[in-house]
């Protein structure tokens, strides 16, 4: 048990629609990162905020963007779906002077 | 490009015997590196990390070992246990405390044989 929570777990959407995904950290974890991990792959780091500010992106378009919240909730918004979309999303939050991030149990996204 | 690889996509151990989980990285600015395991349907969980400024860290059966020269680390579990399969993925982290990014491999799946 993490204490990371993610929902919904398991989604489904059509190509061209737009997603969020929602995460809710313990509290005092000012630091989420998102990360998608594709079938077959490690998880490749989208961005991640910090005090509800973007700290870093990946390789990642534009129309992947997130926020986070002051209660510790952040979002993973993603629009124009696209079929490659098609992935197991995973939130990560850490504490302050902390190395490991804590990971959710992921959002397992279709586009169809 | 792969900054962190993991060349062994499986492994098969006996019960009782030690694992070995093997992870390079081309990356000398990375100052942390950590294992993450991962089973069906759930997220991935911290197992063990060690900092650039070490060799080995331990934690009861789990050890990693860093040879920073070889950008080489590994992680041994001994003894291993059923319970051990899954799959493990190894990340590395450059950042200040706190707001680190990881990049990980792309895992290895362990089997452990009763």
């Known amino acids: 048990e993490t204490g990371v929570t993610q929902s919904p777990t398991h989604l489904i959407k059509t190509r061209g629609q737009q997603v969020t995904l929602r995460c809710s950290s313990q509290?005092?974890?000012?630091?989420v990162s998102w990360y998608q991990q594709a079938l077959g792959q490690g998880p490749q780091f989208i961005f991640q905020?910090?005090?509800?500010?973007?700290?870093g992106r990946g390789n990642f378009p534009p129309r992947f963007s997130g926020l986070q919240f002051p209660n510790y909730s952040s979002e993973l918004n993603v629009n124009a779906l696209e079929l490659d979309d098609s992935a197991l999303y995973l939130c990560?939050?850490?504490?302050?002077?902390?190395?490991?991030?804590?990971f959710g149990q992921g959002t397992r996204l279709t586009v169809v | 490009d792969q900054q962190v690889k993991q060349n062994s996509p499986s492994l098969s151990v006996q019960e009782g015997r030690i694992s070995i989980l093997n992870c390079d990285y081309t990356?000398?600015?990375?100052?942390?590196f950590l294992w993450y395991k991962k089973y069906p349907a759930e997220g991935p969980t911290f197992l063990i990390s060690?900092?650039?400024?070490?060799d080995k860290n331990e934690d009861g059966r789990f050890t990693v070992f860093l040879n920073k020269s070889a950008k080489h680390l590994s992680l041994h579990i001994v003894p291993s246990q059923p319970g051990d399969s899954a799959v493990y993925f190894c990340?590395?982290?450059?950042?200040?405390?706190?707001?680190?990014?990881?990049?990980f491999g792309t895992g290895t799946r362990l089997k452990v044989l009763a």
């Open positions: 990560a939050s850490s504490l302050p002077e902390q190395t490991e991030a804590f």
């Open positions: 509290s005092g974890h000012n630091t």
């Open positions: 905020y910090y005090r509800e500010e973007e700290n």
């Open positions: 990356n000398s600015m990375f100052d942390y």
């Open positions: 060690i900092s650039s400024i070490k």
């Open positions: 990340a590395a982290s450059v950042g200040a405390s706190g707001t680190y990014k990881y990049i």
